[in-house]
Nanobody, 123 residues
Framework: QVQLVESGGGLVQAGGSLRLTCAAS???????MGWFRQAPGKEREFIAT????????YYDDSVKDRFTISRDNAKNTADLQMNSVKPEDTAVYYC?????????????????WGQGTQVTVSS
């Protein structure tokens, strides 16, 4: 069973940048890695995913052109670079992994989850 641990969250001013890292307990080259977030009172929502079978990245429109997902299979990590952050990006950010190939944007499609890391953007 894959264990995921997120790090890098914190407080950042609007317009600034933050980099989140997801460290996996085993090799990630056969897992699609995803990032989700959940704001208070809202459902967990998809942000980005990086597939393992074709090595492509996909984004939600709300973060496209501002956030970048990357993966390093040698280090068993998946990062989320957040640029030009906005107050509405404030949420707990979760890393997730699935052995299913292809694009996965729904919470039930991921078998493994981290504990989350808080990101707060001040205006």
């Amino acid at each position: 069973q894959v264990q995921l641990v997120e790090s890098g969250g914190g407080l950042v001013q609007a317009g600034g940048s933050l980099r989140l890292t997801c460290a996996a307990s085993e090799r990630t080259f056969r897992y699609t890695m995803g990032w989700f977030r959940q704001a208070p009172g809202k459902e967990r929502e998809f942000i980005a995913t990086f597939t393992w079978n074709d090595n492509n990245a996909y984004y939600d429109d709300s973060v496209k052109d501002r956030f970048t997902i990357s993966r390093d299979n040698a280090k068993n990590t998946a990062d989320l670079q957040m640029n030009s952050v906005k107050p509405e990006d404030t949420a707990v950010y979760y890393c997730a992994a699935t052995a299913r190939p292809g694009v996965r944007k729904l919470v039930p499609q991921y078998e493994y989850w981290g504990q989350g890391t808080q990101v707060t953007v001040s205006s």
